[in-house]
């Protein structure tokens, strides 16, 4: 079950920012990056360390860095 625990606008707090506060918890979390009207991308979080990132059809460092280009849209957890 997925449940909602904070959401943002990429805007007020940058990716590097919102994956620093995801990871201090040892849950497996996901961030997803969002425009208006799709999930551009998500970012599995555990334990303070990125296991999986899918991002457009990739995945991995080239997702992830796709996704730090990004200073616009909103995100998840």
């Known amino acids: 079950m997925r ?5 943002g606008r990429l805007r007020e707090f940058d990716l590097g920012q919102v994956l620093q506060v995801v990871g201090i918890g040892r849950q497996y979390t996901g961030v997803e990056i969002l425009d208006e009207s799709a999930v551009l991308g998500t970012i599995f979080v555990k334990s303070g360390k990125v ?12 997702a992830l860095f796709d996704l730090f280009r990004r200073s616009d849209g909103n995100f998840a957890v």
Do not use: D, L, S
Request: no cysteine; net charge positive.
């Open 3 to 7: 449940t909602g625990v904070m959401r």
């Open 51 to 62: 296991v999986a990132v899918e991002a457009n059809g990739k995945q991995g460092r080239e």
